[in-house]
């Protein structure tokens, strides 16, 4: 690479994130930009319940209490900027914390906030007007706890131009706090989609932290020193592409298919992931292992925006709790199973009686018999099994119920039950999130510095010049060896993958160990042959994505995640190991492909 090149620095993923990545950062004297990723669709579900309860809350406290308590005086000394998305519902709050703590160190930054996110004074008129959840088609609720729009990157850049040394921001894309870094240093523009794709392509590459330099690896053996791994550096150009690296002596993995593995996650469709600054195209993207310690990317394309933003809110729908009881022994499955049905049997009649109506919603689980396998399941006969039962209830007390009788199964029924530690499940209230589109003409985005407000000019869309990006053919058609015996591998041998979800939608990424494998791979994992594997878990279609830039391709498997994030009741709510569950699934290869593989 050669010009100017802008270093960032990943030093969070999500809220909750480990306390070593900032320090790390920061004393690795590799950056110039340090930023942290907080915000989810379950985060923003947990901030309204902070804030409901008090209303100075509503940001993520790590980012002060554990993040820049350790580094804001040697941030400030090294000239490090630093832009995160901590103020979560609340960005003042967040920045008024900061200050404070500043202050208490003798120090004096000047922090920015990015504000306007906060939707939530409009829902009642745009539920008049008849906007509806863009998943579900369902109407607004008449009461939300939050609703934000994801707003980009130029608000940031803006705040950093007007002399910003921190800048925290509401919800935002999780990119953005990256590519309003390389905005600023770069000088781009709203039409300079290629450049505005390859930065988000940056921030999307570290915005889960560690995920990018080994956490999460399909490959995990190969990772040395999880306890020391390194978070993620880019260095990035001007034209967009950058590379992958950490800091020396760091634990981790700079290694190609780890970074492929996170462009796929949840971005769904490959040539359409849409953001409010640019609609990328990543299909034809190359990530190539330069050295050992450093993957060069390049090659994202960008499109014109739409005119919407995205906007998540939050509901209160009732209150949830969740009872887990083990069972040991002979027929231990034979046995919870029975349990969990006499749970509910014997709460449902108490209800009944006392003139409660009956649950909105019951799931039950087990563990220790790979029940997250459904059908393919190898451990029928498990003689260990965790019996976890979630159920929901518009009604607190009949919950306290359920909390009640759950624990009377250690008594009453199997032999070998025992109960974990802590005593009853308490309920808590069950919020739920939403999605809908907003036009950008309707969110009135700002910037705080001090005690100037600025109103940010968000541009309109507008066509960039250039032809389209082709749509790429499926890879080359498998043809298997005539005569030859076919035997079965599990795929993990042939591929990488890795999980992701958006709302009630699971994304598996598959990438080709050998790029000659593709074909291969693309004949076998058909939607209509992962649809019967996931048979137990996924009810809606499923699409598939071709990347030939990475040997790799995207299933998207809609409505999968039972409502997911903190709508779902499911233990794995986002399909964590939904990626570990199809790399065991059997592949039918060439006997001779399987003994070149043994070897």
Known sequence: MTGKIVRIGGASGFWGDSMVGAPQLVASGMIDYLVFDYL??????????????????????????????????????????????????????????????????????????????????????????GVRDMFTGEALPPRVLSANAYLGAFPVAQALAAGADIVITGRGVDSAVTLGALIHEFGWTPADYDRLAG???????????????????????????????????????????????????????????????QMLYEIGDPGAYLLPDVSCDFRHVTIEQVSPDRVRVRGARGRMPSGTYKVSATRLDGYRCAGMTAVVGIDAQAKAQRTADAIIERTRGIF?????????????????????????????????????????????????????????????????????????????????????????????????????????????????????????????????????????????RLAWARSGD????????????????????????????????????????????????TASFNLVMHDALGGGGPASARFDPLGKGNAQILLDMPIRVPSSLAAEISQ
């Open 352 to 492: 009944q009686q006392g003139g409660l109506p009956d649950y909105t919603n019951v799931q039950i689980e087990f563990f220790g018999c790979e029940w997250l396998y459904g059908a393919n399941s190898r451990a029928q006969d498990a003689r260990e099994v965790m019996v976890r039962i979630v159920v929901d209830h518009a009604d607190k007390k009949a919950l306290e119920i359920f909390a009640r009788e759950i624990t009377a199964a250690g008594t009453s029924w199997s032999t070998g039950t025992t109960m974990p530690a802590g005593g009853r499940p308490s309920p808590s209230p069950l919020i739920k999130p939403l999605s809908f589109l907003l036009d950008k003409a309707r969110v009135p985005v700002r910037i705080r510095l001090g005690d100037v407000t600025t109103v940010i000019d968000i541009p309109a869309p507008a066509p960039a010049g250039g032809p389209e990006t082709e749509l790429p053919g499926d890879p080359v058609a498998w043809t298997d060896p005539p005569g030859e015996r076919q035997v079965e591998i599990p795929l993990v």
């Open 199 to 261: 930065g988000s392509l940056a921030g999307h590459i570290i915005e889960c932290g560690c995920q990018a330099t080994g956490g999460l690896f399909t490959d995990w053996n190969r990772v040395p020193d999880w306890p020391h791994i390194g978070y993620p550096i880019i260095a990035c150009g001007e034209d967009g592409s950058f590379e992958l690296t950490k800091a020396a002596g760091t634990g981790g993995l700079i290694d190609r298919a780890c970074v492929v593995e």
């Open 40 to 129: 989810a669709e379950t985060t923003m579900a947990i901030l309204a319940a902070m804030r409901a309860k008090k209303p100075d809350m509503g940001y993520a406290i790590d980012f002060i209490d554990t993040a820049m308590r350790q580094v804001l005086p040697d941030v400030m000394r090294r000239g490090i900027k630093v832009i995160a998305n901590a103020g979560g519902i609340n960005p003042q709050g967040c920045a008024d914390a900061l200050a404070a703590l500043a202050a208490s160190m003798g120090l004096s930054p000047r922090i920015a906030i990015v504000e306007g996110d906060d939707v939530s004074g409009q829902m009642e008129r745009l539920r008049e007007e």
């Open 502 to 549: 958006k709302g009630n939608i699971a994304n598996i990424g598959v990438i080709a160990r050998r790029p000659e494998w593709l074909p291969l791979l693309w004949s076998r994992l058909t939607p209509d042959a992962v649809g019967d594997y996931f048979a137990h878990m996924v009810k809606g279609r499923i699409q598939r994505f071709h990347l030939p830039g």
